[in-house]
């Protein structure tokens, strides 16, 4: 059996409080991060235009789990950037590396969920606009 953790821990006393501390990060980073509004808007507007294309359950399974994936490295990135910036309140090369880096991540998965989107999307778009 498991020891209770010290009363001065940090860590969520139920699964509930847990969830609060999650929607809590979520809330943070839209109230501070400009790119995840931008993340939000494009998110809608591709799922606008899936339900507007009628898309199969695949390509719904495709195009969500690419959301998620530039959501999920846009939380991350956002937590890089914090924490360095609390751990390293000077400049510092390493901290700017680390700061570059998870950006980059945004970047890499924010530029994969374009390709996936074309290649999803794409076609039947092509199909609809031109004929």
Known sequence: MKPDPPKSSRRAT???????????????VLRTQHNAWIHAVASLAILGVALWLGLGRTEWAILI??????????????????????????????????KDIAAAAVLIAALAAVVVGLLVMGPQLWLRFSG
């Open 14 to 28: 139920s699964r509930l409080a847990s969830f609060g501390h999650a929607f809590a990060g979520w809330w943070y």
């Open 65 to 98: 789990f690419t959301i998620a994936l530039v959501w999920v490295a846009e939380f991350v990135n956002t937590a890089v950037e914090t924490l360095v910036d609390l751990l390293s309140p000077d400049i510092h090369p390493l901290a700017k590396a680390a």
